[in-house]
């Protein structure tokens, strides 16, 4: 996908050639470990990608961007190298980070290509820069010597003293919060960094750096999903809620039993009232027994016959309640639970719809699932088969399982 966008870019840039092109140096050096990760920083991953890697594909999408120089950590320099080759980016530039952001920032900017006369400083720890709004940013250059990404303050700032005692409510019309890419002419930069190390001052970010310098810095809005991720609850958040990573296991199960004279007819632990009953060794409540083994082919286990023999004396007889409970426990332990079931009860003989409102209650209490997570159909086979003359009744389920710990 990278190397059909990246041809994308190429045709883009051709087309855009008066526009100000610049050189991305995405800062990845830093030895962070906030995020509760043994990873440095640009190394942990979001969907199975480092975020320094989110970033730079990221940024390649930007029309004007003519290539990128990574600053790693020194540890890092060889896998960076290798996850670029991986990734079809051998063209990617590594160099080794230094000791300060401002000397990882220098040799960054020294590795640039002489013909580039702009560069666009990113930090790894924002793997979700929007090409659009970068773009925009080097749009702007040319008009100014240096511009950067900020997001619009959306909350009311206070000035506060050192007492905890508020001393007025600043204008947040005039607060915007920095965030990266930060951009500026090469040589600029290069001379404000050389400037700072000689007088020993260290800046929190470029910006900050060139301001000192008397160089105008022009603001340029930039899209709330831009984030920094600096906690694990960052991390969290932007981890993907895919099907995979909710655990969601799915099972199918089936039961059919004889409809005789002289037997109760139990269905999901309810006694219906009617002339024909289910012959079984337990109770015979086709309902459960094919609910208990929608939830055994989910857990990825094996049959009802094979879980509850009918040759073992413990099941004679059983009621059915008992045989969920015991599974449910079995899936429990698992770390397993039901998220929803639906089940549909094919009889010709007796009529169910008076009694699928108790039949669906009882489930609900049996399984506790909430009313939106639990179906029971009835339907006739259309007079065919043994189904239709009445001499039998059958249930499908499907159950749908969840390793989620808390309940939604
Ligand atoms: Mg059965």
Not at 36 to 61: D, F, N, T, Y
Not at 148 to 174: F, M, W, Y
């Given at each position: 996908?990278?190397?059909?966008?990246?041809?994308?870019?190429?045709?883009?840039?051709?087309?855009?050639?008066?526009?100000a092109?610049?050189?991305?140096?995405?800062?990845?050096?830093?030895?962070g470990?906030?995020?509760?990760?043994?990873?440095?920083?640009?190394?942990?991953?979001?969907?199975?990608?480092?975020?320094?890697?989110?970033?730079?594909?990221?940024?390649?999408?930007?029309?004007?961007?003519?290539?990128?120089?990574?600053?790693?950590?020194?540890?890092?320099?060889?896998?960076?190298?290798?996850?670029?080759?991986?990734?079809?980016?051998?063209?990617?530039?590594?160099?080794?980070?230094?000791?300060?952001?401002?000397?990882?920032?220098?040799?960054?900017v020294?590795?640039?290509?002489?013909?580039?006369?702009?560069?666009l400083?990113?930090?790894?720890?924002?793997?979700?820069?929007?090409?659009?709004?970068?773009?925009?940013?080097?749009?702007?250059?040319g008009?100014?010597?240096?511009?950067?990404?900020?997001?619009?303050?959306?909350?009311?700032?206070?000035?506060?003293?050192?007492h905890?005692?508020?001393?007025?409510?600043?204008?947040?019309?005039?607060?915007?919060q920095?965030?990266t890419?930060?951009?500026?002419?090469?040589?600029?930069?290069?001379?404000?960094?050389?400037?700072?190390?000689?007088?020993?001052?260290?800046?929190?970010?470029?910006?900050?750096?060139?301001?000192?310098?008397?160089?105008?810095?022009?603001?340029?809005?930039?899209?709330?999903?831009?984030?920094?991720?600096?906690?694990?609850a960052?991390?969290?958040?932007?981890?993907?809620?895919?099907?995979?990573?909710?655990?969601?296991?799915?099972?199918?199960?089936?039961?059919?039993?004889?409809l005789?004279?002289?037997?109760?007819?139990?269905?999901?632990?309810?006694?219906?009232?009617?002339?024909?009953?289910?012959?079984?060794?337990?109770?015979?409540?086709?309902?459960?027994?094919?609910?208990?083994?929608?939830?055994?082919?989910?857990?990825?286990?094996?049959?009802?016959?094979?879980?509850?023999?009918?040759r073992?004396?413990?099941?004679?007889?059983?009621?059915?309640?008992?045989?969920?409970?015991?599974?449910?426990?079995?899936?429990?332990?698992?770390g397993?639970r039901?998220?929803?079931?639906?089940?549909?009860?094919?009889a010709?003989?007796?009529?169910?719809?008076?009694?699928?409102s108790?039949?669906?209650?009882?489930?609900?209490?049996?399984?506790?699932?909430?009313?939106d997570?639990?179906?029971?159909?009835?339907?006739t086979?259309?007079?065919?088969?043994?189904?239709?003359?009445?001499?039998?009744?059958?249930?499908?389920?499907?159950?749908?399982?969840?390793?989620?710990?808390?309940?939604?």
């Amino acid at each position: 996908m990278l190397r059909s966008t990246r041809i994308v870019r190429e045709l883009l840039v051709d087309n855009l050639s008066t526009a100000a092109n610049a050189f991305v140096i995405l800062v990845a050096a830093g030895v962070g470990r906030r995020l509760g990760s043994e990873e440095r920083k640009a190394w942990v991953e979001i969907a199975g990608r480092p975020l320094w890697l989110h970033a730079l594909s990221r940024l390649l999408l930007v029309p004007e961007v003519e290539g990128a120089v990574i600053v790693a950590h020194r540890d890092d320099v060889v896998r960076t190298r290798e996850r670029l080759l991986a990734e079809s980016l051998p063209q990617i530039l590594v160099v080794e980070g230094g000791q300060e952001r401002a000397d990882s920032v220098a040799l960054g900017v020294a590795a640039v290509p002489p013909g580039s006369r702009w560069v666009l400083v990113h930090d790894a720890a924002r793997p979700f820069p929007n090409p659009e709004r970068v773009s925009a940013l080097v749009r702007v250059l040319g008009t100014v010597p240096a511009a950067i990404l900020a997001h619009r303050s959306v909350n009311t700032l206070k000035q506060v003293s050192p007492h905890g005692r508020v001393v007025c409510t600043v204008d947040r019309e005039t607060i915007w919060q920095a965030s990266t890419p930060q951009a500026a002419e090469k040589f600029t930069l290069l001379a404000a960094l050389a400037r700072a190390a000689a007088q020993d001052l260290r800046f929190t970010d470029e910006a900050a750096l060139l301001e000192w310098h008397s160089v105008p810095v022009q603001i340029v809005e930039d899209d709330p999903q831009n984030v920094k991720i600096t906690t694990p609850a960052d991390l969290a958040r932007h981890q993907p809620r895919s099907p995979a990573s909710a655990a969601l296991r799915l099972g199918h199960g089936y039961d059919i039993h004889r409809l005789v004279e002289g037997r109760p007819l139990v269905l999901g632990g309810v006694q219906v009232d009617s002339p024909v009953g289910l012959l079984g060794h337990s109770d015979g409540d086709a309902l459960l027994h094919a609910i208990i083994e929608g939830i055994l082919g989910a857990a990825g286990s094996t049959d009802i016959g094979e879980h509850f023999s009918d040759r073992d004396p413990r099941w004679s007889g059983a009621d059915s309640r008992h045989l969920l409970a015991v599974v449910l426990d079995e899936i429990q332990a698992s770390g397993l639970r039901p998220l929803q079931v639906d089940c549909t009860i094919v009889a010709e003989r007796p009529r169910l719809a008076g009694s699928k409102s108790a039949i669906k209650a009882s489930l609900m209490t049996l399984l506790g699932l909430p009313a939106d997570r639990v179906a029971v159909k009835a339907r006739t086979n259309e007079g065919l088969d043994a189904l239709g003359r009445g001499e039998a009744l059958a249930v499908h389920a499907v159950v749908l399982l969840t390793s989620e710990r808390t309940p939604e």
